[in-house]
C-alpha cells in the first residue's frame, strides 16, 4: 500500500517510503521543483536525493566514495530510475570539468577537508540563479563551512 501526502505545491505524490529524516523528505520536494529535464546537476557524499535529479532527468554526477554510490545507484533501481545519465566520481572533484552548474547538493556526512576541498571549484561552476543545497547546516562540517 502506498501512502499519499500532499506537498505544497498542491499536487498529491506517492510514496512508497518515508526516507529517515522529514528534513530529506522537505529538500526532495524542493529539488523536485527545481531541476528541470537536461539541468547539470552535482552532488558531493552520499545521499539518495540524488534520486530526486535523476528521476527529474538532469546530468547528474556524484562524487563519493564507491560504497556511497552503490547505495545511491540501488536506490535508483529500487525506485525504477534510470541511470543513464549519473557519472559517479570518487575522491576530489576532477579539475578539467568546467561545465557550469545548474544545482549542488553537499552531504552533511562529510568531513571539513573533503567539503573545503571541493567547495571552491563548487562554487565557480555554479551558473548565475544556481542553487546550492547545504544539508546539515545545524552541526558539524557543514555548520564550519
Not at 57 to 85: M, N, P, W, Y
Not at 89 to 97: F, I, K, R, S
Request: positive net charge; hydrophobic residues 45%; aromatic residues 4%.
Amino acid at each position: 500500500m502506498m501512502m499519499q501526502t500532499a506537498i505544497a505545491a498542491g499536487t498529491t505524490r506517492r510514496i512508497p517510503a518515508k526516507r529517515a529524516r522529514i528534513e530529506d523528505d522537505v529538500v526532495a520536494d524542493y529539488l523536485a521543483l527545481l531541476v528541470k529535464p537536461g539541468d547539470k546537476t552535482l552532488q558531493l557524499g552520499g545521499s539518495d536525493l540524488g534520486t530526486v535529479f535523476l528521476q527529474r532527468g538532469a546530468f547528474h554526477e556524484v562524487i563519493a566514495s564507491l560504497a556511497e554510490t552503490d547505495i545511491l545507484q540501488t536506490q535508483c533501481e529500487r525506485r525504477s530510475v534510470k541511470v543513464d545519465r549519473l557519472r559517479r566520481q570518487t575522491g576530489l572533484m576532477a579539475e578539467p570539468d568546467r561545465s557550469p552548474l545548474d544545482a549542488a547538493l553537499i552531504g552533511s556526512d562529510l568531513g571539513f577537508p573533503a567539503m573545503a576541498g571541493n567547495w571552491r571549484q563548487i562554487a565557480s561552476r555554479l551558473k548565475l540563479g544556481g542553487v546550492l543545497v547545504l544539508m546539515g547546516t545545524a552541526k558539524g562540517s557543514a555548520a564550519r563551512l
